[in-house]
């Protein structure tokens, strides 16, 4: 039987064609590209990005930075192959005030250790990078980049080539003049390009877990008030990881190592001895780690306040990621006081260390759940 017309429909028009199922499949998997597969490459190096911010944190540690007083991204990949070769490298790190101030005496022994460690994190850092842009250019070659995906990959590169001017800027200010360390405003920006790079990493995993259909609907129902008070805490936690670089920096953890007071007082003595004041901020350890305690009070008690808020929210996931979140900020305000009282040794310090990369993940996934909710069925 012929399908009946409506009275407003004009003779001869003809209705186009609705796409078939496979059609539709096709678009969409155009659109999708290959979502799991880069995301599994993505937690790879969300992997060894962790790996190297472990593997960063001891050789400042151990006094390995300086060692390498050269920086060669390419031809550096090849360590001295014989013995010629390690006396030049060892000449170097002669000429340069570490070694004339702190280390002098040493033997080529004992320079070969340093010179491993540092060795070892620079050819981390080009590990990183060769994974990176083998896992692109086969994602983009073969046009399984889903779409508007190309440029955030893209970004994750060049921060990573970035990363590595400025860890030799870093580098580079040691070795002059009368330091026996690098700057400690240039290793905190240093580490804090790091955890924006994991960040950003971490943030993209979220954010290829979830069909883009499903994260547009959830948007529809996320909870602004708790995604603002998630940003603060970003804010607040990455302020604190900063200025943990500046303690690291100058060793400042190794000293007042009471608590609550630092030398049996609110304020550490002499805290603004150093000429301009401002250097103090960075070059006085009882300043530094001062303003390093009071942040993380402040984040601690903003923690606990935006863990209270989350309570009503009405997803039920979004409320175990706040707790989670709330465990840790817990967790490491510990470890950090024990690290201190414990003059800082290099496992504590690590495992602080270790912390924050949790606690910034926490954060990043609360805010995630908070600005596209996973929708909870009336039976749960």
């Known amino acids: 039987m012929a399908e009946k017309r409506s009275i407003f429909e004009e ?34 190096l969300f992997a060894l990005v962790v790996v190297m911010i472990a593997v960063g944190g001891l050789t400042r540690l151990t006094d390995s930075g300086l060692s390498i007083t050269e920086w060669r991204p390419v031809t550096g990949a090849l360590p001295p192959m014989n013995a010629a070769a390690w006396d030049a490298e060892f000449e170097k790190y002669r000429a340069i005030p570490e070694y004339q101030l702190q280390n002098k005496g040493m033997s080529l022994a004992e320079f070969k250790v340093i010179y491993w460690w540092e060795w070892g994190h ?122 943990g670089a500046l303690v690291a920096g100058i060793d400042a953890g190794r000293n007042y190592t009471d608590w609550p007071l630092m030398a049996g007082g609110i304020l550490p003595p002499d805290m603004w001895q150093i000429t301009p004041a401002w250097r103090n901020l960075f070059e006085n350890d009882g300043t530094v780690q001062f303003f390093h305690r009071v942040t993380g009070y402040l984040v601690f008690l903003f923690g606990l306040f935006l863990w209270w808020r989350s309570r009503a929210s009405a997803h039920e996931r979004t409320r175990r990621a706040f707790d989670w979140l709330a465990v840790m900020i817990f967790g490491q305000a510990v470890i950090g006081i024990v690290t201190v009282m414990n003059s800082a040794p290099w496992h504590l310090a690590i495992f602080h260390q270790f912390l924050a990369v949790v606690l910034w993940v926490l954060a990043l996934r609360a805010r995630h759940l908070a600005q596209y909710p996973i929708a909870q069925s009336i039976r749960g």
């Open 11 to 44: 003779v001869g028009a003809e209705k186009p064609a609705a796409p078939t199922a496979r059609e539709t499949g096709v678009i969409d998997k155009a659109a999708r590209g290959a979502r799991g597969a880069i995301r599994f490459w993505l937690m790879g």
């Open 122 to 243: 620079r050819q981390f850092g080009r590990v990183i990078g060769l994974v990176w842009a083998a896992g692109f250019l086969f994602f983009w070659l073969t046009k399984r980049i889903p779409t508007g995906w190309t440029l955030r990959l893209l970004s994750l590169g060049a921060l990573g080539g970035i990363q590595g001017a400025v860890g030799w800027w870093m580098v580079s200010s040691g070795l002059s003049g009368t330091m026996l360390d690098v700057a400690s405003y240039r290793l905190a920006t240093h580490l804090g390009l790091a955890f924006v790079i994991l960040g950003l990493i971490a943030w993209y995993v979220m954010q290829l877990s979830r069909p883009e259909r499903e994260l547009m609907q959830a948007r529809r129902i996320r909870e602004p008030r708790l995604q603002a008070l998630s940003t603060v805490l970003i804010a607040g936690a990455f302020l604190q990881i900063l200025l």
